[in-house]
Nanobody, 121 residues
Framework: QVQLVESGGGLVQAGGSLRLSCAAS????????MGWYRQAPGKQRELVAS???????NYADSVKGRFTMGRDNGKNTVFLQMNSLKPEDTAVYYCNADIIPLSMLKTMAYWGKGTLVTVSS
């Protein structure tokens, strides 16, 4: 069974930094694109950043210049380095990945359970 597990959330003051990590485990052929999404209370889930298996990244306008996403294909992990955090960054952050599991032989979208990031003013 394929799983994504996030870590690294917590409470930080405005202007501070946090680093989120996401690790994929289980039996699969390959991991394609991966992404970080977030959902604030009362709001829809939104894309924060994504990365292809070749390392090409894409960021939401609201985080450009502050957040950096990277991946380690050998370890099946991605990270999200978040700097200059703002109170409006407060949300549950979810890891997402397009994975071809051994059991399905087609690309499936997987989600982690999320990690809470709280930025105090």
């Amino acid at each position: 069974q394929v799983q994504l597990v996030e870590s690294g959330g917590g409470l930080v003051q405005a202007g501070g930094s946090l680093r989120l990590s996401c690790a994929a485990s289980g039996s699969f052929f390959s991991i394609n694109a991966m992404g970080w999404y977030r959902q604030a209370p009362g709001k829809q889930r939104e894309l924060v950043a994504s990365i292809t298996n070749g390392g090409r990244t894409n960021y939401a306008d609201s985080v450009k210049g502050r957040f950096t996403m990277g991946r380690d294909n050998g370890k099946n992990t991605v990270f999200l380095q978040m700097n200059s955090l703002k109170p409006e960054d407060t949300a549950v952050y979810y890891c997402n990945a397009d994975i071809i599991p051994l059991s399905m032989l087609k690309t499936m979208a997987y989600w982690g359970k999320g990690t809470l990031v709280t930025v105090s003013s």
